[in-house]
């Protein structure tokens, strides 16, 4: 399974991005799909998922309303659109998969099997 995030940049505060995740190895409908972000000095933080199966959509409290996690099948990517940016969403942001990931543990780092290497947004003005 590899993962590839990609889409990051710098954009100003209420700007928006799209980030991609681009999956091989795995059919998307069969994992859930994860978006994490690491800001500097600070642990991981589960932001976003989307269930297997149905692809129903899971928020962080810190970015509901303002971002949204969707999927297409035919290319395998997932993706994270990003409205209204703030400055403190400035971070490495990871996709990651997980085949055995079950509601309860879905905003877990260690339920998650496989990452993405990580892209950069930054929102500064």
């Known amino acids: 399974v590899q993962l590839q995030a990609s889409g990051g940049g710098l954009v100003q505060p209420g700007g928006s991005l799209r980030l991609s995740c681009a999956a091989s190895?795995?059919?998307?409908?069969?994992?859930?799909i994860g978006w994490f972000r690491q800001a500097p000095g600070k642990e991981l933080e589960w932001i976003s998922c989307m269930r297997r199966g149905d692809g129903r959509p899971y928020y962080s409290d810190s970015v509901k309303g303002r971002f949204t996690i969707s999927r297409d099948t035919a290319k395998n990517t997932v993706y994270l659109q990003m409205n209204t940016l703030k400055p403190e969403d400035t971070a490495v942001y990871y996709c990651?998969?997980?085949?055995?990931?079950?509601?309860?543990?879905?905003?877990?780092?260690?339920?998650?099997?496989?990452w993405g290497q990580g892209t950069q947004v930054t929102v500064s003005s």
């Open positions: 990651a998969s997980g085949s055995r990931i079950i509601i309860a543990t879905m905003r877990m780092v260690r339920s998650y099997d496989y």
């Open positions: 190895g795995v059919t998307l409908g069969s994992t859930y």
